[in-house]
């Protein structure tokens, strides 16, 4: 087995520092219910007849509201997280929703190198394909994080408008496979 890490490759557990994770969870914190309110604001305004099952799934399963209220689902925060993060890296096409949970299963307490062991066991059954494309977007999302938290732009909603930005070479909202294939090219 080769534990030695090549040359210009960082770790994804090392991209973000246990400080920097500290100042988005510290920042996430105060507001806790903005990504489910931004998800259920956005679904509810693109087909308005979902709101009612859209709502029903945020009450259930994610802190949402003014003042924000918990979750109705025995299913802790950090489990939710941990199976969405799994199915997300199944999935083909925009990453952005993977994005959205790599950083919120971070804010809810998983550290880096955990979400790096979901989406390994999610790509040893789903395909390494599947393994390829979510340590993508996992880099990007956390390479974003860092340059949000050096930029002093940590609240959920500065966090949720750069992750879903395809203007950033480094967002998630800019990855797809063929852009995978090609960084991947381009490494020493």
Do not use: C
């Not at 914190?29 to 305004?45: I, N, Q």
């Not at 997280?81 to 890296?89: C, G």
């Not at 938290?149 to 940590?154: D, G, L, M, S, W």
């Not at 959920?156 to 496979?177: F, I």
């Amino acid at each position: 087995m080769i534990n030695k890490t090549p040359p210009g490759i960082t770790p994804v557990y090392d991209i973000l520092t246990k400080q920097e994770l500290h100042v988005l969870r510290k920042a996430y914190d105060k507001e806790p219910a903005v990504l489910a309110e931004f998800a259920a604001t956005t679904y509810d305004g693109l087909f308005p007849p979902g709101s009612t099952i859209f709502d029903a799934i945020t009450a259930r399963f994610y802190t949402h509201g003014a003042p924000p209220e918990k979750p109705r689902s025995p299913l802790p925060q950090r489990d939710r997280e941990v199976v969405l993060i799994a199915l997300l890296s199944l999935r083909r096409g925009s990453t952005v929703p993977l994005a959205m949970h790599l950083y919120w299963g971070m804010m809810v307490g998983l550290d880096p190198e955990e979400v790096g062991e979901v989406l390994l066991l999610a790509g040893v059954y789903g395909g390494i394909d599947s393994y390829t494309l979510g340590l993508g977007a996992m880099t990007s999302t956390l390479t974003t994080l860092k340059n949000l938290v050096a930029t002093n732009r940590t609240t959920p909603l500065q966090v949720v408008r750069a992750l879903s930005s395809p203007d950033s070479e480094s967002s998630p909202a800019s990855l797809n496979p063929a852009d995978v294939a090609r960084r991947l090219e381009n490494l020493p």
